[in-house]
């Protein structure tokens, strides 16, 4: 059973891609065929999380809708890797050189804008507002997270809970919008996924500015360090027990997200084997495994 569902989820992220693909047209048109490559071979979390969420049964059986919805967030996110990119300056990304090196930084910016609009033309044919509107929520609130981070505490350090609410817009907003999609709509169940996803989507932030503090670049596929260079606050950097906090409220988060969905058993398995096959995995080859109690205990 369990390698049945591998096998339909690769399925599920294998016609995703071919979404995305049908997508980037005018990208490859102004780049070629090889840049684009780089677009589409992300580890595709989000996704993930959408796609465990459908394949068990529990929310919406609308397989299109998910995987537009899937397809839109990934375009959504690697239109943002495409600015971050530029804004840190950074020399690696998905293990190969990053867009703006391989463009021009002016062009990264174009194409991540490019990105951005065929996301949204993606869910625009599926002519439900409500979905929309919460599509439109979540790349607002990343945006002005973004902004927020950039302009207000760029070189302050700032407390905890600004901490975590910055990781939450920035990353958890989409993780909580591809939840979100594979439920039944406008329903508790969407409210409840939706906070799952956004719970994963912070633990995820906190992860990953864990590993600009002490991960290695080799493993990670990206430049690493541009948070500390670029005087931007994380709460891995908080002394003297940046590292052990953040370790802690990832934990936290990781109980919340089974915890929220607990009243629909097969979403919470879905939850369940995210954190272990998709999440766990990933920050154990980031060099950061967590404490095995709390592993064992989701």
């Not at 594979?182 to 409840?192: I, M, T, V």
Request: charge should be negative; aromatic fraction near 4%; charged fraction near 25%.
């Amino acid at each position: 059973m369990a390698a049945q569902v591998e096998r339909d989820l690769d399925g599920f992220l294998d016609r995703v891609r071919v979404r995305i693909s049908s997508r980037l047209g005018e990208v490859v048109a102004l780049t070629g065929a090889t840049e684009c490559e780089g677009l589409l071979s992300g580890k595709m979390l989000r996704s993930r999380l959408a796609g465990r969420l459908l394949l068990s049964g529990a929310g919406s059986r609308n397989s299109d809708i998910i995987e537009r919805a899937a397809a839109a967030v990934e375009m959504v996110h690697t239109a943002s890797l495409c600015h971050d990119d530029v804004i840190d300056n950074a020399m690696l990304r998905r293990a190969l050189p990053t867009l703006w090196r391989r463009t021009s930084s002016s062009g990264a910016v174009l194409i991540g804008d490019i990105l951005l609009c065929e996301a949204m033309n993606l869910l625009l044919e599926v002519r439900n507002q409500s979905l929309l509107a919460a599509f439109m929520g979540s790349i607002t609130q990343v945006c002005v997270t973004e902004a927020k981070q950039e302009i207000m505490y760029r070189g302050k350090q700032i407390d905890v809970e600004t901490c975590l609410d910055l990781a939450g817009g920035k990353t958890g907003a989409l993780f909580g919008f591809a939840a979100q999609a594979a439920a039944e709509l406008d329903s508790d169940q969407a409210s409840a996924f939706c906070r799952a996803g956004y719970c994963l989507g912070t633990a995820y932030q906190l992860a990953d500015d864990l590993l600009d503090v002490v991960g290695s670049e080799k493993q990670a596929g990206k430049t690493l360090g541009t948070d500390k260079k670029r005087d931007k606050f994380t709460l891995p950097q908080m002394s003297p027990d940046g590292v052990e906090l953040s370790r802690q409220h990832v934990e936290r988060l990781f109980s919340e997200a089974v915890e929220v969905v607990d009243a629909w058993p097969d979403a919470r398995r879905a939850v369940e084997d995210f954190l272990a096959r998709d999440f766990v995995s990933l920050l154990e080859v980031m060099g950061q495994p967590l404490d095995k109690q709390a592993k064992t205990s989701i």
